[in-house]
């Protein structure tokens, strides 16, 4: 880590102590290698509530069940639906189909803009990687395992850039690791992705033409196609919600129940209050004769001092 100061410096002198304190003014830079933002989520925008999207056609072949939206436009043949089981809508060629089109678009063409990129091997497998931006000028694969590490972040992204195709393997899945979530990760293709037989996936899919899920692959995310179709087989594909987060209200609400303690504090004065009841010293001179404990204090000469004087006369 690299650290820049400008200062202006003068010296003080304590009277009677010797000692000098160095006055520093001006500006701190901090650099070094982690310097670079660490990417935000890609806003999906009515896309989001889409577990399939496509642009010309959606294919399903054996019973297959989706959580989320399905939507197709500006195609309108949706082949194999009724053995389709969802808890969404389906939107067919309609406005909102239109919109989660236009909007898609959008998405893609952020993700494929975000940076700073890390150029990436042409297989994923056995490899741990950080939230980030990755790129492949070409194809992406996975043979195998990918793990991907938020280490404690919940709202850690990932961002995956191929410039051709996405393919991965039979058996090959996404793992998450501390606290990753699906939702927070996206793999922008530049033509078409094919998710191996019996593959668990991770993540939203944006591709600029088209997906094709083979037999019994499981997507947790969304498989979204710009131009061409989404084709199904035994699938199970899950549009799920990132978890909230709820660390800083809960730091707020310990850090604000502190002033109650010192709230109380205005009460620990109360017998001052007690205190100033108390008649004054000069009250209590003025009443002195009337508190004395008998009623001869009345016959002290210092108020008929005339009247005797005019009896010796």
Partial sequence: MKITQSRHASSILAAGTGVVALVLVGTVVVQGSNAAAAPTAVGLGTAGSFAVLAGSTITNTGPTTITGDIGLSPGTAFTGDTTVTTSGTIHTADAVALRAQNDLTTAYNTAAAAKPPTAISADLVGKTLKPGVY???????????????????????????????????????????????????????????????????????????????????????????????????????????????????????????????????????????????????????????????????????????????????
């Fill in 135 to 313: 790129n492949s000028a070409s194809s992406v694969a996975l043979s195998g395992v990918l793990t991907l590490d938020a280490a404690g972040d919940p709202n850690a992204v990932w961002i995956f850039q191929a410039g051709s195709t996405l393919i991965t393997a039979s058996g090959s899945r996404v793992a998450m690791l501390n606290g990753a979530q699906a939702c927070n990760v996206y793999w922008q293709v530049g033509s078409s992705a094919t998710l191996g037989t019996g593959s668990t996936f991770k993540g939203t899919i944006l591709a600029l033409t088209s997906i094709t899920l083979t037999t019994a692959a499981k997507v947790d995310g969304g498989v979204l196609a710009r131009n061409g179709a989404v084709t199904m087989d035994t699938n199970t594909i899950t549009r799920s919600a990132c978890t909230t987060v709820t660390t800083a209200p809960t730091t707020r609400a310990s850090s604000s129940a502190t002033p109650s303690s010192s709230a109380t504090r205005p009460s620990t004065p109360a017998p001052s209050t007690t205190r100033s009841a108390t008649p004054s010293p000069s009250t209590a001179g003025n009443t002195t004769p009337s508190a004395s404990p008998t009623g001869r204090v009345s016959a002290t000469p210092r108020g008929p001092v005339g009247t005797g004087d005019n009896s010796s006369g």
